[in-house]
C-alpha cells in the first residue's frame, strides 16, 4: 500500500509540473507569441516526462527483483551484476527510442550517412574500436565468471596485488596495499591468472628456523614443543591430518641447521584475525624454543670448522 501511495503521489507532483508548462504556454498564446510547435510543446513535454518517470520506476523495479534474487544466491552475485547492467541498457534504449519518437526524429538521414563512409570507413572504424571491443568483451567475461567482485583482495599473474574497488565494462580499479590506485584495461586481465585471496578459507603460517650445529641432538624435542605451544595458543590449528602440521629438520646449510615450521588454520589469509594468529604462532615457536629449551636462534652467520675458512 505505501508502494501504491508513493507511485500515485510521484505522478501527481508530475501532473502538477505538466500543468504548470501548460498555463505557461496558454500565457504565452495570450501575449502574442507564436512560433512553430507551440501549441505541441506542452503535450510534448507531458510525454518526455512521464517517459522519463517509468523508466526510472521500471529501473528501480528491475534493481529490486536482482537484489531478491541475489539474497537467494548470494554466489550468483557477478551474474547478477551483468543481468543488471543489461536491463540498464535495454530501459535505455527502449526510453530513447521513445523519446525520438515523441520529438519527431527523422534519422533516415543519419543512418544513409553512416553507410556512405563504405568500406573505407568500415575498416577505418574496426581499426579504430579493435582495442574497445577486446575490453568489453573482457569485462564482460570476468563480470559473468565471477573470478572476483568489488573489495575482494586480489593477486594478479603479473604481480599486481590490492583490493578491487570497481569492475567497469573497459577496465578494472585495483588499490593496492600502499592506497595507490591502479587503472587496468580488462584485456589485460583477461589473459593473467588470477589469486582471490578473499574466497581462501584457510591460511598457511610457515616459517624457516636457524639453529646451531650444537643444538641438532635437541631438536626432535624443540620440534615437539613448538607443536604443543602453537596448538594450545591457535584454536583454528587444523591438526587432523587434512593439512600438513609439522615441524622438521630440512637441511644442513654451512653455517646452521634449517628447521621448517608448516602449520594451517582454519581463518582466511587476510583480516586482523590471520595477523592476529600469526604473532600467536610467532609467540609459541619463541616460547618452545627460548623458553622451553634454553636455546639460542642463530641470527648470524658463523663459519664452521673447515667451512668458509680462508
Not at 531478491?68 to 527510442?97: N, W, Y
Not at 550517412?113 to 572504424?125: H, K, N
Not at 578473499?198 to 603460517?205: N, T
Request: include cysteine.
Amino acid at each position: 500500500m505505501f508502494q501504491i501511495a508513493d507511485h500515485i503521489s510521484q505522478a501527481a507532483r508530475l501532473a502538477i509540473v505538466v500543468y504548470a508548462v501548460d498555463c505557461c504556454v496558454v500565457v504565452l498564446h495570450t501575449v502574442g507569441f507564436s512560433f512553430s510547435n507551440l501549441n505541441q510543446l506542452s503535450k510534448g513535454f507531458a510525454k518526455i516526462l512521464y517517459v522519463v518517470w517509468i523508466a526510472q520506476r521500471v529501473s528501480v523495479f528491475k534493481r529490486h527483483l536482482v537484489a531478491e534474487a541475489v539474497s537467494r544466491r548470494p554466489d550468483q552475485l557477478g551474474r547478477a551484476k551483468i543481468i543488471d547492467k543489461l536491463l540498464d541498457g535495454v530501459i535505455f534504449i527502449c526510453t530513447g527510442l521513445c523519446l525520438l519518437d515523441v520529438l519527431d526524429v527523422q534519422m533516415g538521414i543519419g543512418i544513409s550517412g553512416v553507410f556512405a563512409f563504405g568500406s573505407a570507413g568500415t575498416l577505418i572504424i574496426g581499426l579504430a574500436t579493435q582495442n574497445v571491443a577486446t575490453m568489453f568483451v573482457n569485462g564482460l567475461a570476468l563480470t559473468t565468471s565471477d573470478r572476483f567482485m568489488e573489495g575482494d583482495m586480489v593477486v594478479l599473474g603479473d604481480g599486481t596485488s590490492g583490493i578491487v574497488q570497481k569492475v567497469g565494462w573497459m577496465q578494472t580499479t585495483i588499490r593496492h596495499y600502499d592506497e595507490l590506485i591502479a587503472v587496468i584495461p580488462n584485456s589485460e586481465i583477461g589473459m593473467q591468472r588470477v589469486k582471490n585471496i578473499s574466497r581462501v578459507k584457510k591460511c598457511r603460517v610457515l616459517q624457516t628456523l636457524r639453529f646451531k650445529y650444537e643444538d641438532a641432538e635437541k631438536l626432535p624435542k624443540i620440534s615437539e614443543d613448538i607443536l604443543e605451544e602453537i596448538k594450545n595458543d591457535c584454536p583454528e590449528a587444523i591438526t587432523d591430518g587434512s593439512s600438513p602440521w609439522r615441524v622438521v629438520w630440512t637441511d644442513y646449510k654451512e653455517d646452521y641447521l634449517s628447521v621448517r615450521v608448516d602449520t594451517h588454520f582454519n581463518l582466511p589469509p587476510v583480516g586482523p584475525a590471520y595477523w592476529e594468529n600469526r604473532q600467536k604462532v610467532l609467540h609459541a615457536i619463541n616460547r618452545a624454543v627460548v623458553k622451553k629449551n634454553n636455546v639460542q636462534f642463530v641470527t648470524t652467520f658463523y663459519p664452521q670448522s673447515g667451512m668458509n675458512a680462508k
